[in-house]
């Protein structure tokens, strides 16, 4: 079974470009968010890590580190970060771990677990290996998306998840389509007299959706 929302993700060793990681000691007290790839060299993973790259002063703004995950070794990732600097014409500061043996890529059900890799694999032979995990500093999966090979991630709206991730730790909900600065939405859960003293005013849409200005 795949992971589930508030499960604690697996802990792992792993090579990256930049020298052996254990996940979770990685992970530290941060935000981390791990986004995994079917191969270096090709075009739209290509675009990606460029985006990632280019958003580096915007993970850092929400203490989120950010890690890329492939299936192939050190040597192609140092490479390959040539072109991704390039095309984003930004540091790739990042790491991006060597999962040759596919063990990253099964402990979070990327791929079955009696999957095979021939040699001289393609990307299509690890298509299923395109996805994004939003872990918490508890390591607990607090989101996750799985994208088909042909279509780019779109990170402004992994940032946007990621800001509505951490502004949820505030006791609130956020509406559909939301950006940091709009109202946010009070739990049904918490009654109005709670509302009132918690969060000062607040519009009622119906009884069960009403809007407040976002906490500090």
Known sequence: MGLRINDTVP??????????????????????????HPKDFTPVCTTEFSAVAQLSDEWAKRDCKVIGVSVDGVEDHKKWKGDIEKYGNAAAGFPIIADEG????????????????????????????????????????????TYPMTVGRNFAEILRALDGLQMSGKGVATPANWVPGEDVIIPPTVSNEDATAKFGQFETIFPYLRKTKAPE
């Open 102 to 145: 596919l063990a990253v890529s099964k402990a979070f059900d990327m791929l079955p677990a009696e999957a095979y890799m021939p040699d001289g694999r393609t990307p299509a032979d690890s298509a299923t290996v395109r996805s994004v995990f939003v872990i918490g500093p508890d390591k607990q999966l607090k989101l996750s998306m």
């Open 11 to 36: 802990n792992f060793t792993a090579e990256t470009d930049q020298g052996t990681i254990t996940f979770h000691d990685w992970i530290g007290d941060s935000w981390a968010i791990l986004f995994s």
